[in-house]
């Protein structure tokens, strides 16, 4: 069984300020892939990165950054100095490869106020 | 464009009524799959399909059938619909064949069913 939890429920930040999104999966197979996506208001999925099992790189976007640790089992994802665009909802998500289930975490609501 | 098309956007049913949510991809991807979406839950797997002719059930499949006669479509029946299938529904298409490099999910822009 595969499990993505996001302890996080609801994030509200000023903007310009830096923001930490985690992320903490479970999964016995030593191949699989994480994801995040980002759900604004508009309602659709925005992919935003995947990452393998084999690859611990940090990953650096412009503003977004994340960071895998296979150690902790965490995924966690930073947005640096936030902006208004950024409010969203962002999940994590988990596979353990090609036809094999995607599995998400609950979302974390992010709010950036002005 | 390339991609996965769901229809309709949204749709109000009256509990009892049955319908079919389409999802169609042309990007021949043999997984496909079919979510829900309801606050404070994230999105839950509905029923999955790893190619045509070829369905199983993901984690909250009851009410809900599907069947897979296309690689291309993937619908999605709800025969008596109730007001617990009040959801956002999403249809998503998974590239397999085009090696690791380029595997990810595309996901469909999403189905907004009210049950009354």
């Known amino acids: 069984a595969q499990k993505v939890t996001q302890a996080q429920t609801e994030i509200s930040v000023v903007e310009k300020e830096d923001v930490t999104l985690d992320c903490v999966y479970e999964?016995?197979?030593?191949?699989?892939?994480l994801f995040w996506y980002k759900q604004p208001p508009s309602g659709e999925l925005v992919f935003l990165i995947r990452?393998?099992?084999?690859?611990?790189q940090n990953e650096i976007s412009g503003r977004y950054s994340w960071n895998f640790q296979k150690s902790t089992s965490s995924f966690n994802f930073t947005i640096t100095a936030s902006q208004v665009v950024d409010s969203a909802v962002y999940f994590c998500?988990?596979?353990?490869?090609?036809?094999?289930?995607?599995?998400f975490g609950k979302g974390i609501t992010l709010s950036v106020r002005p | 464009n390339a991609g996965v098309t769901q229809t309709p956007k949204f749709q109000v049913l009256k509990t009892g009524q049955s319908m079919t949510l389409q999802c169609a991809q042309d990007m021949n991807h043999e997984y496909m799959s079919w979510y829900r979406q309801d606050p404070g839950m994230g999105l839950r797997l509905i029923h999955y399909?790893?190619?045509?002719?070829?369905?199983d059930q993901g984690e909250v499949p009851n009410g809900y059938n599907v069947s897979r006669s296309t690689t291309e479509d993937f619908p999605l029946r709800l025969l008596s619909a109730a007001p617990s299938q009040t959801s956002v529904y999403f249809c998503a298409s998974s590239n397999t064949g085009g090696g690791l490099a380029n595997y990810g999910y595309t996901f469909g822009s999403g189905t907004r069913l009210t049950v009354v």
């Open positions: 990452r393998n099992s084999f690859d611990e």
């Open positions: 999964t016995r197979d030593t191949t699989y892939y």
């Open positions: 399909s790893v190619g045509a002719g070829i369905t």
């Open positions: 998500a988990l596979s353990t490869g090609a036809n094999s289930k995607l599995t």
